[in-house]
């Protein structure tokens, strides 16, 4: 018989799988039957994983294990840091849930639709509890499998082509990452996550074959973190709708990737092990290079999702610079950047959706006058580029103050350089948006415009909510960083059991 502390990881698991398979048995016209069960579901795992973060800030271990073949097992673990992950996703799939519902209200196949989202959202429940590269691997591509519908949902010929240009790029990226499992496996016999890493133990007559694994381990989850210059699927994957563009860039699929590479780094080879194979400077140049280019290349784009996809190259690798810096400080920044950037990219989707569906606006110069119009939405969206940017008493402040520390510690004053290059470069594409939405002028009309203004509701009531809760959050995590139940004290509880030691700034 199953104890608690198995049976809850699995729990928080089916709680969007079931949902996932009844919807697609249901009618296309259950639309409200299909609501209640988006909504109830997500409300559920909510439940379950707050239940999951007392036991283990409480010390507490949840696990369970299914043998496979001999040597190999699908085996699920929720420890601090997939919690950290798989809360997020969890309120993000609410938030994004509601958003989708009025987003779609009038679509079709929403059946589809939501049966595929359910879907994508079990494939990172797999993702964030896999307690060894294996497990990992088969849930990450399942994401794909689950997201390839989700970017293809329009069906037009641009759709897809951004469909085709991600499988290409994710699939083949899923090959590289299998090699270097295979590798793993045939090195060790099992691939098992362990906190300092299982393969310290090698002594220095494997490092070049050691260095090969972990450069494919890396390329292989860096083809969904984005990493220049395997980020050419984002851009094109923009073609899908603003729930979906929320899911990729917020949720799942860049967050999947960033997640594999700090578990590889702090739990297959263990952080001091990859510092003395010379790995994490590389690794920081990489996420330095992604950082500039992303920026840069947003800086020219007129297409607003392109502008903010082009951003999350950027952005992600925040996450993967603070592994690679070699400290404690610098892993906090990172992790911790995982939940802010997540708040703060959904908050622009969720609005540049909204400027969408109202009025018809896709391009940033269409923008002029918008606030005026949608001031709620456009407030939502100024706090989350402020919070890009690094203003004070933003979720991105934190980040990169804890980034910008960790790098001194770690005696890489020049990754300090880059964070104020970005800084600047996200001013300069985020900036003109912002004055034109406040202080410009729409001289020629809405010529799209198709939801009137009630009072304040600008837009529908269901695409207005999510933004005004992830914009609040943004401000929340800047200002009660300190808190105990703020994102940044989870990630410093990582950060402790990575090191095993005590955090202090």
């Not at 097992?73 to 919690?83: I, R, S, T, W």
């Not at 994401?143 to 010929?157: D, E, K, N, W």
């Amino acid at each position: 018989m199953m104890t608690s502390g198995e049976l809850l990881p699995l729990a928080v698991f089916f709680s969007s799988l079931i949902p996932g398979v009844l919807i697609f048995l249901m009618p296309e016209s259950a639309t409200r039957t299909r609501t209640t069960l988006n909504i109830l579901g997500a409300v559920v795992k909510l439940v379950l994983i707050f239940i999951l973060l007392a036991g283990v800030r409480a010390g507490d271990e949840f696990g369970v294990s299914f043998a496979v073949l001999e040597g190999l097992e699908l085996a699920f673990k929720a420890d601090a840091l997939g919690l950290l992950f798989i809360t997020l996703s969890a309120v993000l799939w609410l938030l994004t849930t509601l958003y989708a519902i009025g987003y779609l209200e009038h679509s079709a196949f929403r059946r589809r639709f939501f049966g595929f989202f359910s879907l994508c959202v079990t494939s990172t429940m797999g993702i964030a509890m896999a307690a060894n590269l294996f497990t990992f691997f088969v849930f990450y591509e399942l994401l794909t499998l689950s997201t390839f519908p989700l970017v293809v949902h329009r069906g037009t010929q641009a759709a897809m082509r951004g469909g085709r240009i991600y499988l290409a790029y994710t699939l083949t990226g899923g090959t590289v990452l299998l090699t270097g499992i295979v590798l793993v496996q045939n090195l060790l016999g099992h691939t098992d996550f362990a906190h300092g890493g299982v393969l310290g133990a090698f002594d220095d007559s494997r490092s070049t074959y050691l260095k090969a694994i972990f450069f494919l381990l890396i390329a292989g989850v860096g083809v969904k973190a984005a990493i220049v210059p395997l980020h050419g699927w984002l851009p094109q994957a923009m073609v899908a709708p603003a729930p979906v563009s929320a899911l990729l860039h917020a949720v799942a699929v860049v967050k999947a990737g960033a997640f594999g590479i700090v578990r590889i780094v702090y739990e297959i080879y263990g952080v001091e092990f990859a510092q003395s194979l010379g790995l994490l400077t590389p690794l920081a140049i990489a996420a330095s290079i992604t950082i500039l280019w992303g920026s840069l290349r947003a800086l020219s784009q007129d297409d607003l999702k392109r502008r903010l996809a082009f951003s999350t190259v950027s952005q992600v690798s925040y996450i993967v610079l603070g592994v690679a810096l070699f400290g404690p400080i610098g892993t906090i920044g990172g992790v911790v950047h995982l939940v802010h950037q997540g708040l703060m990219k959904i908050t622009l989707f969720f609005c540049a959706g909204n400027y969408a569906e109202t009025l018809g606006i896709h391009k940033v110069s269409e923008m002029d006058g918008a606030g005026r119009r949608m001031p709620v939405t456009t407030l939502a969206f100024s706090i989350a580029a402020l919070g890009m940017m690094g203003a004070p008493f933003t979720a991105g402040a934190v980040s990169k103050a804890w980034l910008s520390d960790g790098a001194v510690a770690a005696n890489m004053g020049w990754v300090v350089w880059v964070l104020w290059g970005s800084s600047l470069l996200n001013a300069g594409y985020f900036l003109p948006i912002l004055w034109r939405t406040w202080f410009r002028c729409n001289r020629s009309g809405w010529h799209a415009e198709h939801i009137p203004v009630a009072g304040w509701r600008e837009t529908a009531l269901l695409l207005l909510i999510p933004p005004i809760v992830t914009a609040t959050a943004t401000i929340a995590a800047g200002i009660y960083a300190n808190s105990d139940l703020s994102p940044l004290a989870w990630a410093r509880l990582i950060a402790s059991r990575e090191y095993v030691t005590k955090i202090v700034r």
